[in-house]
């Protein structure tokens, strides 16, 4: 086997055998060396890569964001103190980005949103805590489409 070759494997062996043993941060949200400037959250006066959590008192899990160069990016996800889930939300470069859902201290779904490049694209719909539905309308190029509250928006054009 050459030596450029041999390299090459190695090298490739290395990243996937050290890369299996790097450990994710983990913050806790009132960790003193944790602050945000400009948009942007520091740990250590370095923009964070990893996950920041937040307690409930008794230590019950609150939430827990993702982050890459100081910005949301990844799964959101928040808890009710009951332990139920609240929100679930996923980021893009400190956007909202794809589905986003909420429910009820209950469990009961309250709604369903879409993002993209954090703005709503496509079908959103939300529920009131009884089940009937509270909104329903499509977010086009910017434009809102279809029932919100009472309301009726205007029609798609074409």
């Known amino acids: 086997m050459g030596y450029k070759k041999h390299n090459i494997i190695y090298y490739y062996f290395s990243l996937i055998l050290f890369g299996c043993f790097e450990s994710e941060l983990i913050v806790d949200r009132n960790d003193q060396l944790l602050h945000k400037d400009r948009g942007i959250i520091y740990y250590h006066n370095v923009p964070l890569s990893g996950i920041v959590n ?7 899990t609150k939430s827990k964001q993702t982050y890459k160069s100081g910005k949301p990016n990844g799964p959101y996800t928040e808890w009710y103190p009951n332990g139920q889930i609240r929100y679930s939300k996923n980021f893009k470069d400190g ?4 589905k986003q859902k909420e ?3 209950d469990g009961t779904l ?3 949103m879409k993002f993209q490049a ?4 496509g079908d ?5 805590e009884n089940g ?3 909104f329903k309308y499509t977010y086009i190029n910017g434009k809102r489409y279809g029932f919100m509250g009472s309301a009726l928006c205007q029609p798609p054009e074409g």
């Not at 937040?54 to 019950?60: A, D, E, H, I």
Request: hydrophobic share 30%; net charge positive; charged share 20%.
């Open 118 to 121: 954090g703005k709503q694209q």
């Open 132 to 134: 009937d539905l509270r």
């Open 54 to 60: 937040s307690q409930y008192p008794g230590n019950t």
């Open 95 to 98: 956007m909202q980005e794809g």
């Open 103 to 105: 429910w009820y201290w």
């Open 124 to 128: 959103q719909i939300g529920w009131k």
């Open 110 to 112: 309250a709604r369903i």
